[in-house]
């Protein structure tokens, strides 16, 4: 069975510093990658996508993509209270697949 | 532009009753998938449709079906509710072939099954 794996959390880190989520999955064949940060209460926000190996910057989020050691993770640099959230990692297995299979979150916590 | 969106916000029903639920996708997507999240869980994907055709079905019960409209919109309808139906519904809207295949969620339905 393909899974998703992340650390449930919670993640706590102070305000400035950069925090650091990881994600492994279980098929080599995923073709896509996603972050979705969800608030208490709100539904899941997609803030980052990766397909290839390497890293993906945007803003104070960097991606990142090893499919040899099938682990992506999500950087936040200069944490902000307002990052306080759970982050949802999500795969798309294959070619010709659209369904998301997401891990559990990790709760960020982020301290002023 | 509008985002996805989904009504009813929440909604209450008792064991056995039916449920409709209702999605419409950004404009120009032409995909709408429906996932259900419990609480501190990740979402579970449920139907995916394009162009009104069923694209894929996850692991749910038969009691569960959906549709989807000429306009893109969709339903879903749950059947014989039971307790752990209850659940945060979320609809996501896409463009196949877009990039990475990017799904972008509607606000959710709470569902509380009593």
């Known amino acids: 069975q393909k899974e998703v794996e992340q650390n449930s959390g919670p993640l706590s880190v102070p305000e400035g510093a950069i925090a650091s989520l990881n994600c492994t999955y279980s098929d080599r064949v995923s073709q896509s990658f996603f972050w979705y940060r969800q608030y208490s209460g709100k539904s899941p926000e997609l803030i980052m996508s990766?397909?290839s190996n390497g890293d993906k910057e945007d803003g104070r989020f960097t991606a990142q993509l090893n499919k040899a050691s099938q682990y992506v993770s999500l950087l936040i640099r200069d944490s902000q209270p307002s990052d306080s959230a759970t982050y949802l990692c999500a795969v798309i297995w294959g070619a010709g697949s659209y369904q998301l299979t997401f891990g559990k979150g990790t709760k960020l916590s982020v301290i002023p | 532009d509008a985002g996805v969106t989904q009504s009813p916000t929440h909604l209450i029903k008792t064991r056995g009753q039916h449920v409709t639920l209702r999605c419409s996708p950004i404009?120009?997507?032409?995909?709408v998938s429906w996932y259900q999240q419990v609480l501190g869980q990740g979402p579970q994907f449920i139907f995916q449709?394009?162009?009104?055709?069923?694209?894929g079905r996850g692991n749910f019960p038969d009691r569960f079906s959906a549709r989807q409209f000429p306009n893109y919109s969709s339903e879903l309808n749950v059947n014989a509710l039971l307790l752990g139906d209850s659940a945060l519904y979320l609809c996501?809207?896409?463009?196949?072939?877009?990039?990475?295949?990017?799904?972008?969620f509607g606000p959710g339905t709470r569902l509380t099954v009593l």
């Open positions: 996501a809207s896409s463009h196949p072939g877009g990039r990475y295949n990017e799904q972008f």
């Open positions: 449709y394009y162009e009104k055709e069923e694209r």
């Open positions: 404009s120009g997507h032409k995909s």
């Open positions: 990766i397909y």
